[in-house]
């Protein structure tokens, strides 16, 4: 059963969250809106924790080798032959940017400046569909401000389960490239 709370509940709720379907017309473009969509949210958000979701491990290492060298990106992978202490590690990463992101959220918010000494890198998990945090597992969600779908997945309920297991409640935005989809002004909606 899912709480009020959780991602997948509040996905329906217009003000809670955001979908974006961004097109490219070919698929070798994919990566290269990746790294794009990236810069405009790093420029636009700073330090916003994001979950990029990938189908297969083929395309986590292709999308990590690309990511990594990007000088605005803390990036963590999660993968299946992670051993347990190294994945407990990237998901408390995760979540200690999220908490660093609220902090920075509530300064802004009560007028007072923001702290020199914070480093505005996105913190970007890169996960694998059958890698994600469990709660059966007694894992938290990731708790990220911005899920990117580098592919959508193919059923329903993969779909509800990458929302569930890696947004945190509240505002988030959903962005999917795809090459199947009509296009989108999303850089203009971030």
């Known amino acids: 059963m899912t709480s009020p709370s959780s991602p997948a509940m509040t996905l329906s709720h217009p003000s809670s969250g955001r979908h974006f379907y961004l097109a490219v017309d070919r698929l070798q473009f994919k990566m290269r809106t990746l790294l794009e969509l990236l810069g405009v949210v790093s420029d636009r958000h700073g330090s916003v924790p994001i979950a990029i979701c990938v189908s297969s491990r083929d395309e986590l290492d292709a999308v990590c080798a690309a990511v990594a060298n990007l000088p605005f990106v803390s990036l963590s992978p999660l993968y299946s032959d992670q051993d347990e202490a190294e994945r407990a590690s990237v998901l408390e990463k995760s979540r200690r940017?999220?908490?660093?992101?609220?902090?920075?959220?509530?300064?802004?918010?009560?007028?007072?400046?923001?702290?020199?000494?914070v480093v505005l890198k996105l913190n970007i998990t890169v996960v694998t569909d059958a890698c994600l945090p469990s709660a059966a597992m007694g894992e938290a969600p990731?708790?990220?401000?911005?899920?990117?779908?580098y592919e959508l997945p193919t059923k329903k309920e993969a779909?509800?389960?990458?929302?569930?297991a890696c947004l945190a409640t509240g505002n988030f935005k959903i962005i999917s490239i795809d090459p199947l989809f009509g296009s989108a002004d999303v850089v203009a909606a971030l």
Not at 97 to 117: H, L, V, W, Y
């Open 159 to 164: 779909y509800l389960r990458r929302v569930s």
């Open 142 to 149: 990731l708790m990220s401000r911005v899920l990117i779908n």
């Open 97 to 117: 940017a999220a908490i660093q992101r609220n902090q920075i959220e509530d300064t802004s918010i009560d007028g007072s400046p923001k702290p020199e000494s």
